[in-house]
């Protein structure tokens, strides 16, 4: 037997009381910034892995499938998610990934407890599946689990349809595959461009989208200090109004924070945001002029000057 320390990871945050988590234990999961990525792992090189599974049926099997390809052969895999969030699909996912497991539930999770297969033949196919791509409709490179993949969404849409030629230093927050990014480099007057957004996932496709050399990318949460911009004459965004799968409406918030942060005395924020979301008292604190730009589809569009 090998006296070498056992090699842990963990993937999201599962719950304390349903699994320990080793202190230290790298973090896999794409939405924590600075995190392991799960791909150059190598091949059955862990001896257990903790998963707080996502909800997105192919980023779910990409992760578990990754987790499978990266235990020994004698490794062992424990994967949970809510019921409601993709644990009472745990066992389908398993079963066409070729592994055995047991199973049960508690505290409204799905857990199961999963060995490694012999044969990876379906492991690898489900890495296929969701990995990354250059979607040929959309024309840029994506991967299931990045917000709106393999669509352009409806709000993105419309703020690009009302957004006018900027010009100067400027952040598109949240960034996504950087279809806003690509809109505002249009413009020959914008000569520095900061793309800022939590996944792993987008930050790598965006910098396969926009080649520009006006722009820096930043893997960051915008809940944190990180990215230090200061004196931007404009900032973009379509605020995530989500976090783990729930409404989050604190989050926009933070963004409409972070974003007057950025901003010099006169700077712009344009931001598209679904019309149930109440944003107006928020940007009147932090914005002295805030004008609608544009309606339609559920979204409006504003223009909020500091
Ligand atoms: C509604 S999407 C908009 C994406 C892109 N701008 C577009 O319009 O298609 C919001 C983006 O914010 C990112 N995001 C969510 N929470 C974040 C956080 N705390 N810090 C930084 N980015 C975050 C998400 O990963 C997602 O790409």
């Known amino acids: 037997m090998s006296d070498a320390p056992a090699a842990f990871a963990v993937y999201g945050a599962p719950p304390p009381a349903l699994a320990d988590v080793p202190a230290g234990a790298p973090q896999l999961s794409p939405l924590s910034p600075g995190s392991t990525a799960q791909e150059p792992l190598d091949d059955a090189s862990l001896d257990e892995i903790v998963m707080l599974a996502p909800a997105g049926t192919l980023e779910r099997r990409y992760a578990i499938a990754q987790a499978l390809r990266a235990l020994k052969p004698e490794g062992r895999l424990l994967v949970m998610a809510p019921k409601d969030r993709g644990g009472t699909r745990l066992a389908g996912d ?62 993105t849409a419309l703020l690009i349809e009302a957004l006018p030629p900027l010009s100067g230093r400027g952040a598109d927050l949240g960034c996504g595959l950087g279809l806003l990014a690509r809109k505002v480099l249009a413009s020959k007057d914008v000569t520095d461009l900061a793309l800022v957004d939590i996944d792993r996932r987008a930050i790598e496709a965006v910098r396969r989208n926009v080649d520009d050399p006006r722009v820096t990318v930043h893997w960051a949460d915008l809940r ?20 783990a799968g729930a409404e989050d409406r604190a989050l926009g918030a933070v ?52």
Not at 116 to 141: E, M
Not at 257 to 276: E, Q
């Open 94 to 155: 398993l079963t066409l990934l070729g592994a055995s497991f047991g199973e049960t539930a508690k505290r409204h999770h799905r857990i199961c407890q999963v060995a490694r297969p012999a044969d990876l033949a379906a492991v690898s196919a489900t890495i296929a599946d969701g990995a990354p791509r250059l979607d040929p409709d959309l024309g840029l490179w994506t991967q299931p689990g990045v917000f709106s993949w393999d669509r352009v969404d409806l709000g």
């Open 255 to 306: 963004f409409i924070r972070r974003a007057a942060g950025m901003l010099k005395k006169g700077g712009v924020c344009w931001l598209v945001a679904n019309r149930h979301l109440p944003y107006e008292k928020t940007l009147a604190e932090h914005f002295s002029h805030v004008t609608p730009r544009g309606e339609g589809g559920g979204y409006k569009v504003y223009e909020a000057r500091k």
């Open 224 to 243: 944190g200090v990180e990215p230090a911009l200061a004196d931007l004459n404009f900032v973009v965004m379509n605020p995530p109004f989500h976090d």
